[in-house]
């Protein structure tokens, strides 16, 4: 059983290197945004720091951001969405195998090969700039370790709370329309449509008590030095926790959607 | 006419999948919600960006929000033009006894956006409202005339990503990065931006046409020449002339992908 999602997996990633053509114009297009934002959030930030938050931290949050886009944008598995509302779904009813943990394989499979083809690039050309703009080194070796560790975590929770798109399909049918209104909710209170650390300080201690900020904005802070390593470790426990709550809920109500699916023939 | 029974289809088309139009343009409308959300968070949090405050910027993003919803709304066959000439349908439209340009504006009406251009005359009216300014004749044809530019400038866009897709017929990452980036960077001021930026989006593309220049003169601030700034809307206009030629000259050089 192992084995099948291990499959699974593989043929997503080895599927997604096929399209290196999109990956580089993917690049570009982050690039660019990258500067635009930090030329913007510069233009507000006109003290060099906000409680702590400074310019330089905050043009590495923005090129992390950049870099790890897709492990952090709760997107939805191209095939999820099509099958549930063109009805392929009952070929999947017919196999042995637990259609939430493919969705799931399938779609990390995806954002982790689309990850690997892109953060590298961002992250080079990031770390060559001139020193105001570009992406600083961690702040400490621990920090870079809970960072990596933090990240993980984040990834796997961006594609958890992705399969909340997948269950609402089967309510809305839209797949375009679910997904979006999801990831529109995560970016703005996961922080990244604004960097948290640039959000009014109320709205800050609201996000502390959602999971979304755990996706990237932890991993992000963690890795800058703004969150410390003993509160980063504390945090770490605490998205953990989410990241469990937010699988098993899904699971239960995907579960729950298969038992209602009715297959309509044609 | 003719482009009543194009209206009529679309309408009649978009009314099939009522529920799905609808609950399309809710995801859209939440979409710009957050954006907004996300503007004023910052200005929350640092009160003003050289000297412009939160309901300026709001304007700036009224503007954007409704000259962007209504060219994607009408002016949808130009911006879908790659396909076109993907599925090869564009022959078919070329074929007909009716002016290219006449049809591709009929060719396909986005609906779902209406309730964009509705959410930004809203905010445009919120913002309208409340900013500082001493209203006067003059002001109001220059607004009105930075909401056309607005229109005119993102329709010769669209123009431009038609004409280089009839050479590489795939549909350029590096266009949507022009339109969608100068969408948002619009959202502000243009000149709170680095030098380049700043320059790259008001002589090359007059994206400042409908954002800081005309906007200086109605709430006069800045320091650049009023007068400039209140005829910036209509030379931004100008901008379709360059980009009527070159979808021309595309358009002449079509050979058709055998599809």
Redesign the interface.
Same mark, same amino acid.
């Given at each position: 059983m192992k084995n099948t999602y291990v499959s699974i997996f593989k043929m997503q990633f080895k599927g997604e290197l096929q399209y290196r053509a999109?990956a580089i /114009?993917?690049i @570009? %297009?982050q690039f660019?945004?990258g500067? &635009?934002y930090i030329? #913007?959030y510069m @233009?507000? &930030? /006109?003290s060099d720091t906000?409680d702590g938050f400074t310019i330089t931290q905050m043009a590495s949050y923005i090129w992390l951001g950049q870099a790890f886009f897709a492990l952090r944008y709760p997107g939805m598995h191209k095939d999820a969405g099509y099958e549930i509302t063109n009805g392929n779904i009952c070929y999947k009813f017919t196999r042995p195998i637990n259609l939430y943990n493919q969705w799931y394989t399938e779609y990390l499979g995806e954002k982790l090969a689309s990850t690997l083809l892109r953060f590298l690039p961002i992250i080079i050309i990031s770390i060559l700039l001139p020193t105001k703009y570009s992406l600083s080194m961690p702040a400490n070796f621990t920090a870079f370790i809970l960072f990596l560790i933090s990240l993980i975590i984040g990834g796997l929770l961006c594609v958890a709370i992705s399969m909340y798109s997948v269950y609402l399909t089967f309510i %809305? #049918? /839209?797949p375009?329309?679910?997904t979006? $209104?999801v990831a529109? $909710?995560a970016?703005?209170l996961g922080g990244a449509? $604004?960097p948290i650390p #640039? &959000?009014?300080t109320s $709205?800050q201690s609201i996000l502390n008590f959602l999971p979304f900020r755990y996706i990237s904005d932890l991993p992000f802070r963690i890795y800058i030095g703004n969150i410390g390593i003993s509160d980063g470790l504390v945090q770490i426990a605490i998205s953990i926790v989410w990241l469990i709550i937010i699988i098993v809920s899904g699971k239960l109500l995907i579960k729950n959607a298969l038992k209602k699916t009715i297959i309509q023939g044609g | 006419m003719l482009y009543n029974k194009y209206l009529k289809m679309h309408i009649k088309s978009s009314l099939e999948y009522k529920a799905n139009t609808i609950f399309l343009a809710t995801a859209q409308v939440l979409v710009f919600v957050a954006e907004i959300l996300g503007v004023w968070m910052l200005f929350e949090r640092f009160d003003t960006v050289a000297g412009w405050g939160f309901y300026d910027s709001l304007l700036m993003v009224g503007i954007v929000m409704t000259t962007f919803a209504f060219t994607e709304c009408f002016a949808r066959g130009y911006d879908e033009f790659p396909n076109l000439i993907k599925s090869g349908s564009l022959d078919r439209l070329l074929v007909r006894p009716v002016n290219i340009y006449y049809q591709l504006f009929g060719a396909k009406i986005e609906f779902s956006k209406f309730f964009r251009i509705i959410l930004g005359i809203v905010i445009s009216i919120i913002a309208i409202i409340n900013i500082n300014a001493d209203w006067n004749a003059l002001k109001i044809i220059v607004l009105i005339a930075t909401y056309m530019c607005g229109c005119v400038v993102i329709f010769s866009l669209m123009l431009i990503a038609a004409g280089i897709s009839v050479y590489t017929i795939e549909n350029l990452e590096f266009v949507n990065i022009i339109t969608n980036g100068s969408k948002e960077l619009a959202y502000y001021p243009l000149n709170i931006y680095n030098k380049w930026l700043t320059r790259l989006f008001t002589f090359v593309i007059p994206v400042a046409c409908f954002n800081y220049l005309p906007l200086s003169y109605i709430i006069g601030v800045g320091n650049i020449p009023l007068w400039l700034c209140a005829i910036s809307p209509f030379l931004g206009i100008l901008f379709i002339i360059p980009c009527l030629i070159f979808f021309n000259i595309s358009l002449k050089r079509y050979q058709g992908t055998g599809t």
């Open positions: 999109k /114009s993917g @570009a %297009t660019f945004w500067i &635009m030329y #913007l @233009a507000f &930030m /006109s906000i %809305t #049918l /839209s375009k329309g679910t979006t $209104i529109t $909710i970016n703005l449509i $604004i #640039l &959000m009014p $709205i | -």
